[in-house]
């Protein structure tokens, strides 16, 4: 017997996997990273499906007669126009923004406590969906902070190469093209693992917390760490900035990340309670 939350709740998890993968196709434009993001997104709406008729067969009727049934078909259209878009266009941005809102959509259906018959079961996929969340967020913070060490080294190259300090440190650092193309793809990781878990943690602070509010600390902070981080690769991409400008902001970047983490999470309501 396959137990219909845990396949809701591994539905998340490679829908979240297809997400990244298409916000790194739009950005980089890699075959291979398209089609892996393809084929995850085709193993989703197989899952999707499996669990539509599933729940046909336990009910007798076509589920869309309450606002989770609703939004699981919804969630179920939006997947299967993605995979069609996907065969006609080549139309990276949109299949990026098509699946965040069809994350947020399976993210709610599944998490929502009202849906859930049993008390406790409605209380471990709370406590698992805040432990989705923190875990993306700390991966987030994981690739930023190798990115960070990245351009430390770019910038340390960078000044010996301008001084001639031609030495045994010098040979044994990266060229500067990989350091910056290093930390540049670690943001490219970065960023969407970082917009996950900001929708899957204000989704968790919804149903947990009843006077949540956005003006929160570590809401607010998060928001800032997003946008710098959205900045950079903004310059980098459009703007078509490199060296030592996108350098520093990365730098800059790593220390609003380290001031969310330990300034505005001392200042927040919510976060570091005991759970």
Not at 96 to 106: A, D, E, H
Not at 224 to 235: A, E, G, H, P, Q
Request: proline share 1%.
């Amino acid at each position: 017997m396959i137990d219909m939350t845990r396949l809701n709740e591994a539905t998340i998890i490679i829908y979240a996997l297809c997400v990244l993968l298409y916000f790194i196709d739009f950005l980089i434009h890699n075959r291979k990273v398209s089609k892996a993001a393809f084929w995850l997104l085709s193993i989703v709406w197989v899952f999707q499906t499996f669990f539509l008729f599933n729940r046909m067969y336990e009910i007798e009727r076509f589920p869309v007669l309450n606002m989770f049934e609703g939004l699981y078909f919804y969630t179920w259209v939006l997947v299967t126009l993605s995979l069609a878009l996907n065969k006609f266009i080549k139309a990276e941005f949109i299949m990026f923004f098509t699946n965040v809102l069809g994350f947020i959509m399976m993210a709610l259906h599944t998490f929502a406590p009202s849906q859930h018959e049993s008390v406790a079961v409605s209380g471990q996929l709370v406590s698992e969906l805040l432990f989705i969340h923190i875990t993306m967020a700390i991966l987030s913070y994981g690739a930023f902070s190798l990115s960070f060490v990245f351009s430390l080294l770019y910038m340390l190259q960078y000044n010996l190469l301008k001084k001639k300090k031609w030495g045994k440190r010098l040979r044994r650092l990266e060229d500067l093209s990989k350091l910056e193309h290093m930390s540049y793809v670690l943001n490219v990781m970065g960023v969407p693992m970082l917009l996950l878990s900001l929708i899957l943690g204000i989704i968790w602070a919804y149903i947990k917390i009843p006077d949540f509010g956005w003006y929160d600390a570590k809401v607010i902070g998060s928001f800032i760490v997003l946008s710098t981080y959205s900045f950079y690769l903004y310059n980098r991409l459009v703007r078509e900035l490199q060296g030592k400008a996108v350098a520093y902001w990365n730098i800059i970047s790593f220390l609003v990340v380290l001031i969310n983490f330990f300034l505005f999470g001392s200042l927040s309501n919510f976060h570091y309670w005991n759970y």
